[in-house]
């Protein structure tokens, strides 16, 4: 496999984005370059019932947000009643989703992200410049996205496997924005982490 570094183009790139460590539930499947341009989502993603519950839930989210922000401005109090029983709404759902068998090939895997990518360790070997499609289910929401990639790197591990670099090709701004508040989360988390030591 050629190893050949990423351009330095990508790695500045990269760079322009806040990287966090986390474990997420994960499964990715190899898709041609057509498919991953054109956000043409595996078949076995779409028939996932927990993918569906969540990406329902976060739709509606997305429909009613101009509601909310607007009887916001009328209402301070109402739009805090209603954020809380959303709330309530998504916790929910991701207990629902927690108890749901883990889709094939499924499981729970330390990765790092950032709105602009993500490295993952695999078994297989992954060709350079290849694309996958990817379902990620951020924990421990379970706010569950499908994505595309191009393969920039895959070299392998001292310990075994391999590190992949994977760059999100037309990410929805609906899935950058949810990636940006989990990881706004994340590091909200461990800075008070930091200061409760």
Known sequence: MNNDN???????????????????????????????????????????????????????????????????EDNRDLEAYLKGQNKKLELIAAKVAEHEEQAPGQKKQQISISEGGLAIHTDTELANDGFLALQITLLPNHHTL??????????????????????????????????AKHIMQLQLAERRKQHEQ
């Open 146 to 179: 499908v994505v595309f990639a191009k393969v920039i790197n895959c070299s392998e591990h001292q310990q075994g496997g391999y590190n992949v670099a994977l760059s999100f090709t037309h990410l929805k701004d609906s899935d950058r924005q949810l990636i």
């Open 6 to 72: 990423p351009s330095q183009s990508t790695i500045n790139e990269r760079r322009n984005y806040f990287r966090v460590v986390d474990k997420v539930l994960l499964r990715y499947q190899p898709v041609d370059k057509n498919c991953a341009l054109a956000n043409i989502i595996p078949t076995a993603f779409k028939e996932d019932p927990s993918y569906s519950l969540m990406r329902e839930l976060q739709s509606i989210d997305q429909d009613n947000a101009k509601f909310l922000r607007a009887i916001g």
